[in-house]
């Protein structure tokens, strides 16, 4: 994607989602894209609509939000009025994000964003949740040829075998799906994380993490799950509000989750058995065997004077039994490593 290999074995891929979170500032929005770039995010992402190309202007029931959100009250093409991000700056956030060496895509919401946003050449495009569900908009924007970001929240499995169906058939050059809950603010108990495993096991494609909770610990367990995206909204200043501000990470809060995602891949690291080079002093502290009593030349090895002890110069513990009962070759003194050339052969004693 845009040169970048996401997936299994390769860096968690951080996205900053802008949405609303510009307050309709164009200055507002390049201090995101360039506060993204300062907290370790990988790329930008826009979403591309107008209220008119995502709904129409009405208020009989439909088109008013109901409870159980935190935009109650209000009809769509009002709220979508306030949180779109004008078409005129996509192309100089873009530029800016290039020369930033940040990826910079869009969310499209109807045909005509796709259009629009071909002109500005993006890495992929992202489906978002609500529109999984709308085959005609995957093949539209999978028939560019590019890659496709498909964000899962609500969706049933059957759901999300059609829209990963359809963006193949489309002409997709790729496909990331990310696990969502599209609640606003979402809570972690219904995150159900292990879900990410799953459905990298069920598509054969890269997994991610949409994360709409209040704080890292659901992108910091997803990571550990597998996950090779994780997206979260990104705002200046969270007191000055707006749409999305109440599931938006400040840049500090952004920054303290990107450190915690790469501390997370670096401690999931690769399979691997024995020391690590950091450990390989530590070798020295391990067990052997020692004579741990002045021992003459001749004398029986007895478990009173050899013993399994630190640190590592002598034998392996584990042939303390075969070192037993037989004598010593010269004289040994106390602190001495056993080595075979100390050990003769079995006492008299030994049958």
């Known amino acids: 994607m845009g040169g970048r290999e996401i997936g299994p074995g390769h860096p968690v891929y951080v996205i900053a989602e802008l949405s609303a979170n510009h307050g309709h500032s164009y200055d507002r929005a390049v201090e995101l894209v360039r506060a993204a770039k300062e907290v370790g995010a990988d790329a930008v992402k826009l979403q591309t609509y107008t209220p008119d190309t995502i709904t129409i202007a009405a208020d009989t029931p439909p088109f008013r939000i109901g409870r159980g959100t935190i935009w109650e009250g ?8 306030e949180a779109y991000t004008p078409w005129e700056w996509q192309p100089k956030l873009k530029a800016l ?4 060496g ?44 590019r890659p496709l970001i498909l964000s899962t929240g609500m969706a049933s499995l ?31 108990e219904e995150m159900d994380l292990r879900t990410i495993p799953h459905m990298a096991e069920t598509w054969g494609v890269p997994v991610g993490l ?13 990571v550990t799950l597998g996950a090779c995206v994780i997206e979260k909204h990104l705002i200046v200043d969270r007191e000055e509000g707006g749409p999305d501000a109440a599931f938006s990470l400040e840049p500090a ?38 004579a741990v009593a002045d021992i003459a030349e001749g004398e029986v090895l007895t478990g ?17 039994p075969a070192v037993l009962g037989r004598r ?24």
């Open 304 to 320: 009173t004077n050899v013993r399994s002890i630190r640190p590592s110069d002598g034998l392996a513990p584990s042939e303390l």
């Open 97 to 100: 994000a290039d020369d930033l």
């Open 210 to 222: 949409s994360d709409h909770t209040l704080s890292d610990t659901a992108a910091i367990a997803a």
């Open 74 to 81: 209000r009809t769509l093409h009002d709220l979508y009025a």
């Open 253 to 290: 809060a952004f920054r303290a989750l990107v450190d915690r995602v790469r501390e997370t891949e670096a401690a999931i690291g690769r399979v691997r058995y024995g020391p690590s080079p950091s450990e390989l002093p530590s070798t020295a502290f391990r067990r052997s065997l020692f």
């Open 158 to 188: 059957t759901e999300i075998d059609a829209a990963v169906a359809a963006a193949r058939a489309g002409g997709a050059t790729g496909v990331i799906l990310l696990r969502c809950n599209s609640t606003y603010p979402a809570v972690p």
């Open 102 to 145: 940040l990826h910079l895509f869009s969310a499209p919401f109807d045909h005509t964003a796709v259009d629009f946003l071909e002109q500005l050449d993006p890495p992929a495009y992202k489906i978002a949740s609500f529109e999984l569900v709308d085959h005609a908009l995957i093949t539209k924007a999978a028939s560019t040829g």
């Open 328 to 351: 010593a070759t010269r004289a040994i003194a106390r602190g001495t490593p056993l080595s075979w050339d100390l050990v003769g052969g079995p006492s008299a004693s030994a049958p």
